[in-house]
């Protein structure tokens, strides 16, 4: 069946490094991939989203592409804060489905 | 315009007692979804609601655990007994008619002891 992988955390970077959260994915068809965050004691809010292969989803300075050749949605930021520290989760949805799969999340920590 | 609400924010019952979870979707969305994280893993689908109707209950682990939507408006989940292993947080979500976003509330904490 469909599923999402990332990259176990924690991550802990310092405030204005590089940011990579790796994702890879194995799905049939051509499923819409997202990125999902959830904040310190908030709930899940949609970071990014690409539906179809090369999209690249981008949103407060956060980006990912769509790899369909490689089968990954790996999320980057140029330079992180602290107020991006959350929780990350990569997740995919089929071509004909209303279900997410999610990965297993990925904390970040940036410390100042 | 309200999201996705979710009652109660966090739940402590013993093992065996009864909890019931609501979700107020936002206005207008037929599509209603009910996901679990259980310790730190990953957030996995319970089930899917459009209107009243249960499209998909395939996550649904066991039959201690009911859902409902009636009148395709607000929806319960019901865990009855609760066991240990149910404890995480339960997130509800909603979307439009067609698979667009779907809008996550703030989840519940459920921890069964």
């Known amino acids: 069946g469909d599923s999402v992988t990332q990259m176990e955390g924690p991550v802990t970077l310092s405030e204005e490094a590089f940011l990579t959260i790796n994702c890879t994915y194995t799905?049939?068809?051509?499923?819409?991939l997202f990125w999902y965050v959830q904040y310190p004691g908030e709930g899940l809010q949609l970071l990014l989203k690409a539906t179809k292969a090369d999209d690249k989803g981008s949103n407060k300075g956060f980006e990912a592409t769509y790899r369909k050749e490689t089968t990954s949605f790996h999320l980057e930021k140029g330079s992180v804060q602290v107020s991006d520290s959350a929780v990350y989760f990569c997740?995919?949805?089929?071509?004909?489905?209303?279900?997410?799969?999610f990965g297993s999340g990925t904390r970040l920590l940036v410390r100042p | 315009e309200a999201g996705v609400t979710q009652f109660p924010s966090h739940s402590v019952i013993e093992k065996g007692q009864t909890v019931t979870l609501r979700c107020d979707p936002i206005?207008?969305?037929?599509?209603l979804y009910w996901y679990r994280r259980v310790m730190g893993k990953e957030i996995k689908f319970l089930l899917h609601?459009?209107?009243?109707?249960?499209?998909?209950e395939s996550g649904m682990p066991n039959n201690r655990f009911l859902a409902e939507r009636t009148g395709g408006t607000y929806s319960t989940l019901k865990v009855q007994p609760a066991e240990l292993e149910d404890s995480g947080v339960y997130f509800c979500?909603?979307?439009?008619?067609?698979?667009?976003?779907?809008?996550f509330g703030q989840g519940t904490r459920l921890t069964v002891v």
């Open positions: 609601f459009v209107k009243e109707s249960k499209q998909d």
């Open positions: 799905a049939t068809g051509y499923p819409s």
């Open positions: 979500a909603s979307s439009q008619d067609r698979p667009t976003e779907a809008f």
């Open positions: 206005s207008g969305h037929d599509n």
């Open positions: 997740a995919l949805r089929g071509d004909s489905s209303y279900k997410l799969i």
